[in-house]
Nanobody
């Protein structure tokens, strides 16, 4: 059974940094690409970044380049999302998802087969 478990969210002040974790299990880690998404209240889920552990290749949404860094620990089957210089508009639920690595790298939610339960990030001004 594919499982993705996010952690690391919380209430933080603007300007601080946060590292989110997505621990995966139930599949061969290099057979899937892992993506991070976020959903603000009243808004649609939007892609942040994705990574394929096979060669470490990454893809970022244009609006997320600069303050967001995705990385993976292949030994731990875990993908991280580092968020620097947090802003109140970063507030939302952050989800990780898994898609077939054969499809390449994408931030379209519809190509993701499995999702975690999400972790809440709240940034205070």
């Amino acid at each position: 059974e594919v499982q993705l478990v996010e952690s690391g969210g919380g209430l933080v002040q603007a300007g601080k940094s946060l590292r989110l974790s997505c621990r995966t299990s139930g599949f061969e880690f290099d057979k899937k690409s892992i993506g991070w998404f976020r959903q603000a209240p009243g808004k649609e889920r939007e892609g942040v970044a994705c990574i394929w552990s096979g060669d470490g290749s990454t893809y970022y949404a244009d609006s997320m380049k600069g303050r967001f860094t995705i990385s993976s620990d292949n030994a731990e089957n875990t993908v991280y999302l580092q968020i620097d210089t947090l802003k109140p508009e970063d507030t939302g639920v952050y989800y990780c998802g898994a898609m077939s690595a054969g499809l390449g790298l994408s931030l379209l939610p519809l190509v993701y087969d499995d999702w975690g339960q999400g972790t809440q990030v709240t940034v205070s001004s």
